[in-house]
């Protein structure tokens, strides 16, 4: 597959950098998960060298409501990454200069903003480029010495569970030249405090040891290892057993061979960070969760202080989140002819649950939707995987029309997409979607 940047998108990234010269002050809108905070950073950073002056919002979507944000946020340059496509006409007919460094579907294509998205370029945004690869790609026109910016956009591919083909593959090429990156082969054993990180791991999950104290202190017992080891310190023969252990444990579990794969994945090592790009994606990700997504966008930009506070907060994070994981694995989802589903409404982490459910304990033939209805509005998010696409499932439009078809919006990316609608309508929505998904798939 091709790993070069397209003439046109050079071109339009050329257009981006020109727009932003032309300013002394730029409003950053970003989205709150690992890519978008990945985003927001490259970008703050790239202004901060730039010498501009800036302010960054993250959203956790954009609606007709944070769309109001930006539109009245008075800012004479506005740049719009990781979010963006579904509001090209609207963001078109502002009046103020706007850049969109976007990854999601086309919806339409801009007639006066500068708008750069990798499907406009015939380059898949879902696997070959991300918000944070666009925003890299921007750093970099603006000025070659944000080459080492490329680290927090890694961290941002991995929170997309991107490919390092294309675009991705273009920067991984010119990070590894230039010895910012560095490959490794990966392990489902982690590095740190073992007791610690297997408890607390929820990539992978593994049942009965994710969330389950007198689990890990069995499987490492089981593997003849010491309580208080470390996994970087294990012996080669130490970490083939703990490592066989867990694959046995996974395979148990009816894990699929492709997310045993991921799993295992190549390690990309972060040369400034002393972390590699999962563990950046992971401070990100429990910033955006927690609400601190200035903390984020510090973190990104390099600031010591924030990356220890973002330590804490990521620690408490993910206790919570394998403990709701292991309560979800308890209780079973809710399975329906097409689609299988879960009530997120007291522990929330709806779109992280879904994710986890979906690779590691849901049943891999059928997309997985958590549903959270707390408030008026409920938030839906969906996950699907590389098999379900194949077989013509589409969450983009599946979350699209079953939240429209109950007075609401939806939509994302095929694979994994999010959505919004009247809490009063769950059963009617869950129905539409069974249908809509059911359709998919059997339409091919
Ligand atoms: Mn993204």
């Known amino acids: 597959m091709d790993r070069s940047v397209p003439n046109k998108l050079l071109d339009e990234l050329s257009k981006a950098a020109e727009i932003v010269r032309g300013h002394n002050f730029i409003h950053v809108f970003s989205h709150y998960d690992a890519d978008g905070i990945a ?4 970008i703050a950073k790239t202004l901060l060298r730039e010498g501009k002056e800036f302010t960054a919002t993250l959203l956790t979507t954009l609606d007709d409501t944070t769309f109001e944000q930006i539109r009245n ?6 740049i719009i990454s990781d979010l963006g496509a579904s509001y090209i006409e609207e963001l078109d007919a502002m009046s103020c200069d706007v850049v969109v460094l976007d990854h999601h579907t086309v919806c339409a294509e801009a007639s006066r903003i500068c708008y750069v998205n990798p499907h406009l370029y015939g380059i898949d945004g879902m696997k070959y480029g991300c918000g944070s690869t666009m925003s890299c790609l921007f750093a970099i026109r603006m000025d070659h010495r944000n080459w080492d910016l490329v680290q927090v956009a890694f961290a941002g591919m991995y929170g997309d569970r991107q ?3 294309g675009l991705n593959g273009f920067l991984l090429d010119g990070a590894v030249k230039r010895e910012i990156i560095k490959a490794e082969s990966g392990s489902v054993v982690p590095r740190g405090k073992l007791t610690d990180e297997l408890y607390l791991s929820t990539e992978p999950y593994v049942r009965g040891v994710s969330g389950n104290a007198e689990g890990v202190a069995a499987l490492l017992k089981d593997a003849g290892i010491p309580r208080d080891a470390a996994g970087s310190g294990l012996s080669d023969e130490e970490r083939r057993r703990l490592s066989s252990l867990i694959f046995l444990k996974l395979a148990e579990q009816g894990v699929a061979a492709d997310t045993m794969e991921i799993t295992s994945g190549t390690r990309y090592a972060l040369r400034d960070w002393g972390l590699d790009s999962a563990g950046l994606a992971s401070l990100f990700d429990s910033c955006g969760r927690c609400g601190q997504t200035g903390m984020g966008v510090a973190v990104a930009c390099g600031d010591r202080d924030s990356i220890e506070s973002a330590a804490d ?3 408490e994070y993910r206790r919570e989140v394998v403990q ?5 694995d308890g209780r079973g989802l ?14 929330g982490y709806t779109g992280v649950l879904c994710g986890i459910a ?4 849901g049943d891999h033939s059928k997309p997985t939707f958590g549903i959270n209805s707390s408030e008026e509005t409920a938030k839906v998010s969906g996950r699907a995987t590389g098999k379900l696409l194949a077989k ?3 969450l983009s439009s599946a979350l699209r029309d079953a939240c429209s078809a109950v007075g609401g919006t939806g939509g994302g990316h095929r694979i994994a997409s999010g959505g919004s609608f009247p809490s009063a309508r769950t059963d009617d929505f869950v129905k539409k979607l069974n249908d809509i998904v059911g359709a998919q798939v059997s339409a091919r």
């Open 39 to 42: 985003s927001a950073g490259i």
């Open 73 to 78: 946020c008075g800012a004479e340059c506005v």
């Open 163 to 165: 490919e390092m083909e």
């Open 313 to 315: 907060i990521e620690r």
């Open 324 to 328: 709701s994981a292991t309560a979800l």
């Open 334 to 347: 809710n399975q329906m002819s097409s689609v299988q589903w879960f009530d997120s409404t007291r522990s």
């Open 358 to 361: 979906m690779s590691y304990f």
């Open 392 to 394: 013509g499932a589409d």
